[in-house]
Every structure is written in C-alpha cells, then in structure tokens.
C-alpha cells in the first residue's frame, strides 16, 4: 500500500470561521469560496443567522454573506463542539452590544472559558459564566479598550479580544508570548480595519464605519492535509501533491518539522490570497528520524501533534514533545487520548505535564481506537491503522464530520 495523487481540500477552518464573522461587520455583500465543511464552521454560520446576518449560497461553492444587520437572538446560540465559534463569537458579539446565551456540546461545556472572561470583564463587558464554563451569558455593554498581556498563546482569546476592541473609540492592545495563528488580524487589515500589527503585538481601534466585504476563496487547510502528509510520511513509496494549501508561516510548523524528521518537503509555487499565502506542495516519503520540538514552537503546529505523534512512532529514535499543555484542554485532553491509543497499539511512549515522549521505531498493532469524540485523534489514528498489523476501528466515526467530513473519501482516492 502507498500514497499517491494530488488532492485539493477544503477551507482552512480558522480562516473559515473568521471569513463568516468578518463579513458580518459588512453592510455589502461578501463571496467567500471553498469554506470550510465540517460541522464547527457550520456552528458559527447557524449563530450568526440566529444574529440576524444574511448567509446563502452552498459550502463547498459559494457562500454570500450580507451583515452589519446584527439583533439579539431569540434564543440560545450552540456552538457545538466549537472552541473557535464560543470564543471568537463572544467577542464579536460583545463589540455589537448584543445580548446572547452562548452553548455547546458535552466537549465544549468542560472547556476553560476563563481565559476570554477575564480580558472581556476588563473591557467592561457584562459577562456571566458559572466557573467560567459554558453556557457563557452576554449583555449589551459600553466596551472599553484595553492593553492586555496574555500568558498564554491563543489565537481564540486573541481573537475574542481583537473584536471586542472592534467596538470600543481608543485603541486596543493585546500581546502574546509567541505569536499565534494570525488570520484575524490579516484579514481584519484586508478589510480596512485601524489594526497595528508588529509580530506577538497587535492594536486595533474601534469601527467608525462598517469594514469592506471580503471577496475570497479560502486555501486549503494545513491541519487537514496534515493526515494526508502523515500517510505519506509513513508508507514507503508514496507521493504526494497538496494544492492550494495555506502556508502561513504560524500553520506551517508541522510540515517544517516532518522535513527535520527526513520527510521530502518541497514547496512547488507561491502566491497570496487575502493576504494569506497559499502553495502547491510536494510531499515524498523518506526514512524517518525522531525530533524534538520545544514550547516557542507549539502554538504553530498544536493541532497537529495527534498525527504527529503517530508518524514519530515510525522514526529513529525518541521524539520528544514539551511545553504543550494546552494539548490537555483541547476538544479532549489530547495528551491522555494520544497515549492512550499509542500505548493500546504497543508504542513505546513516557507521560509528562506538558507533553510526552514516544521512542521509535516501534512495530504498531490494530485495535479498536478510542476517539475521545476528538475529531483530530479519529483522523490520526486512522492513519496510524494504515501501517499497524491487523485491523484498527474507531469507537466514533461521526465526529470525524466536526472537521472533514470528506476524510474517508479522500484518503481512498490517494491510496494505492
Ligand atoms: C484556533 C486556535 C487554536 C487551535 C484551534 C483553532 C483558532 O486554539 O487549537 O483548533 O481558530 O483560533 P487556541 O487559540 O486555544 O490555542
């Protein structure tokens, strides 16, 4: 068995969430091609309706979005399994005075939302949450700006605050320590916001006036292609081409540490959309050799140290992985889902807080995967069943449909 062919995927599903709120901060009309497909996306559409924004048009063709007509829903806001859609909307919706009810799912319920409360109530946001958990309640408040200093690297409490400063009159400044992914300010520049960016620093002061629509076809997701890349990585012979795919250098940590593990890399052409930059790649299996990969380097790559983790399972030696304790308040507490599943399959694998180490090469043997509900372990281990001796099956196949519903499809159209 190999990997061979080319694929084309669908919409980042970070940017495709922030192409939705987005265009809802303008009164004319936003085209936004190739969204995201999964379930999440689908959530912050379903919300922003519920807000009185005009969505049409179908996913994977064309979606037309028409805003800056926000009113208070009628009723609850579900957000689902979406961590993106809870946070980013509590932001947006707090710049717009809206009062809402914010929900999720069992996954989301569990989640840490204290992270956004704080900044929120110090930009005087009425905020309501019972241990800083969902359900999250709004209401209508004067914002503020602030200067805040996040402890942690998040894109989603970054985001949450840069909209929120969206509806405050002075400037808002919100710093990192390493740069995380940084969709919402590249795309708020792009349609005309007062936003400062200077690396893990950025400014924004308030909406005097509705931004530009967006006119966009969104690249292909790097955390998507990522299981593709690992199939490849793990099957002698196989190549494989990866169109269109979004290359931001704050996405692209994975595909920079698959070439140090040996991986053939090669980035065939390069272009911009929106302001993001978007390439064809080239990815060639090689022998494989561990890594280390160290704090500063997580934020860019946290989505995919499920697969990751599989693939150092194949390589030369101990991958060691630290300062990822974020991994523990994902959809599922990934480090305990990884090791879980790792150690059920016979790898040989040590536990740490914020990480772990897997020593490799190590023969790996099918079984029935506990997905954790964790649509990114389903994936993973998918793949991981691809090189183990006998049959591998998944406790849930449904929640694969958060992300990439199109995953089973695609993966049998590139082997051979
Ligand atoms: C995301 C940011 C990351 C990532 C998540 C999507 C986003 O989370 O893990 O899957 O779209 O902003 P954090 O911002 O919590 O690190």
């Known amino acids: 068995m190999k990997i061979q062919g080319q694929i084309y995927l669908p919409g980042d599903k970070s940017i495709s969430h922030r192409a939705l709120m987005i265009a809802s901060l303008s009164k004319k009309t936003s085209i936004i091609r190739n969204l995201a ?41 579900d957000c689902g399994n979406s961590g993106t859609t809870i946070r980013l909307l509590s932001g947006l919706l707090a710049s717009r005075k809206i009062k809402a009810t914010l929900i999720g799912d069992e996954s989301l319920s569990k989640r840490p939302m204290g992270r956004i409360i704080r900044p929120l109530l110090k930009m005087n946001l009425s905020i309501n949450a019972k241990n800083n958990k969902t359900p999250i309640s709004i209401e209508k408040s004067e914002i503020k700006s602030i200067d805040y200093q996040s402890e942690i690297s998040s894109a989603q409490v970054k985001s949450a605050v840069l909209f929120a400063g969206l509806g405050a009159t002075n400037k808002t400044t919100y710093q990192e320590p390493f740069l995380s992914r940084n969709h919402t300010e590249i795309m708020l520049k792009s349609v005309g916001a007062d936003i400062d960016i200077y690396d893990n620093k950025t400014s924004i002061r308030g909406m005097s006036k509705p931004l530009s629509p967006l006119n966009m076809r969104i690249p292909a997701d790097p955390s998507t292609a990522a299981f593709f890349a690992g199939a490849v990585a793990l099957l002698p012979q196989s190549e494989l081409i990866i169109k269109n795919l979004l290359t931001n250098p704050t996405r692209f940590e994975f595909f920079n540490a698959i070439k140090s593990m040996g991986v053939g890399v090669d980035i065939l052409s390069e272009n911009f959309e929106g302001g993001e930059c978007v390439s064809d790649i080239f990815i060639k299996n090689k022998r494989l050799r561990s890594i280390s990969i160290e704090k500063s380097k997580v934020p860019s790559l946290i989505d995919e140290i499920p697969i990751l983790s599989v693939i150092a399972t194949q390589a030369d030696g101990k991958t060691i992985i630290r300062g990822a304790e974020e991994l523990r308040v994902k959809e599922s507490d990934r480090i305990e889902s990884i090791l879980f599943n790792l150690r059920n399959m016979g790898a040989i694998v040590e536990e740490f807080n914020d990480g772990f180490s897997i020593e490799g090469p190590s023969k790996l043997n099918g079984t029935t995967i506990r997905t954790f509900g964790d649509h990114r372990i389903a994936m993973a281990f998918t793949i991981a069943g691809l090189v183990a001796n ?27």
Do not use: A
């Open 37 to 77: 497909s999964g379930k999440d996306v689908e959530s912050t559409g379903d919300c922003l309706k519920k807000c009185n924004i005009s969505i049409s048009g179908k996913t994977n063709i064309e979606k037309i979005i028409t805003g800056y007509t926000f009113q208070n829903p009628k009723n609850e806001l």
């Open 390 to 416: 006998g049959k591998t099956k998944l406790d849930n196949y449904e929640c694969i449909d958060i992300s990439f519903p199109e995953f089973f499809n695609t993966l049998r159209n590139i082997i051979k």
